[in-house]
T-cell receptor, first 113, second 115 residues
Framework: KNQVEQSPQSLIILEGKNCTLQ??????????LRWYKQDTGRGPVSLTI???SENTKSNGRYTATLDADTKQSSLHITASQLSDSASYIC????????????WGAGTKLIIKP | KAGVTQTPRYLIKTRGQQVTLSCSPI?????VSWYQQTPGQGLQFLFE???????NKGNFPGRFSGRQFSNSRSEMNVSTLELGDSALYLC??????????????FGAGSRLTVL
């Protein structure tokens, strides 16, 4: 069964600190992996999209990694800011006839001043 | 370039009523996907429309329906509302069909509350 699991469920850190969010998936065949940021009550915004051949991708202070062998991805946030408070969702695309997206439940990140 | 526009942003209905939500995609995008998001839950896929045809459908009852117009604008309808339909309904557009093969741009969502 295609699944995406994220950890931790929630995380509280102090402003200025770094943090890493985890994503494990069992999706086959694999097409790509995406990280989205979703502010409360708003639609998700794409941070990164990685294909099988990419193992690191950055978007400002956000760096995503992908290990296709172990089927794991991480999102590292550097020098966190209050505006980073949001849910971060890992999404994996299956390379099937419909290219369906399998969504993780998200990690809720709270940045405290 | 205007983003994805969803209307209305907020609405309150009572059980048994029906509701229609609208989504205007980014200009030039021909695919529109709809998702339901309830508190603490991941996004649940409702359906995808491309060139006025439903391309994919998620595991939702027949009370949930949608359509797409020739200008790519899409509507979704929920009939005989139930309390459990209270959710944030999100619309996403992409250039081509197949959400997983394209970059999705989401709207701000329509927050539906069923009393």
């Amino acid at each position: 069964k295609n699944q995406v699991e994220q950890s931790p469920q929630s995380l509280i850190i102090l402003e200025g600190k770094n943090c890493t969010l985890q994503c494990n998936y069992t999706v086959s065949p694999f097409s790509n992996l995406r990280w989205y940021k979703q502010d409360t009550g708003r639609g998700p915004v794409s941070l990164t999209i990685m294909t099988f051949s990419e193992n690191t991708k950055s978007n400002g202070r956000y760096t995503a990694t992908l290990d296709a062998d172990t089927k794991q991805s991480s999102l590292h946030i550097t020098a966190s800011q209050l505006s980073d408070s949001a849910s971060y969702i890992c999404v994996v695309s299956a390379k099937d006839s419909n290219y369906q997206l399998i969504w993780g439940a998200g990690t809720k990140l709270i940045i405290k001043p | 370039k205007a983003g994805v526009t969803q209307t209305p942003r907020y609405l309150i209905k009572t059980r048994g009523q029906q509701v229609t939500l609208s989504c205007s995609p980014i200009s030039g995008h021909r695919s529109v996907s709809w998702y339901q998001q309830t508190p603490g839950q991941g996004l649940q896929f409702l359906f995808e429309y491309f060139s006025e045809t439903q391309r994919n459908k998620g595991n939702f009852p027949g009370r949930f329906s949608g359509r797409q117009f020739s200008n790519s604008r899409s509507e979704m309808n929920v009939s005989t509302l139930e309390l459990g339909d209270s959710a944030l309904y999100l619309c996403a557009s992409s250039l081509d069909a197949g959400a997983g093969a394209n970059v999705l741009t989401f709207g701000a969502g329509s927050r539906l509350t069923v009393l």
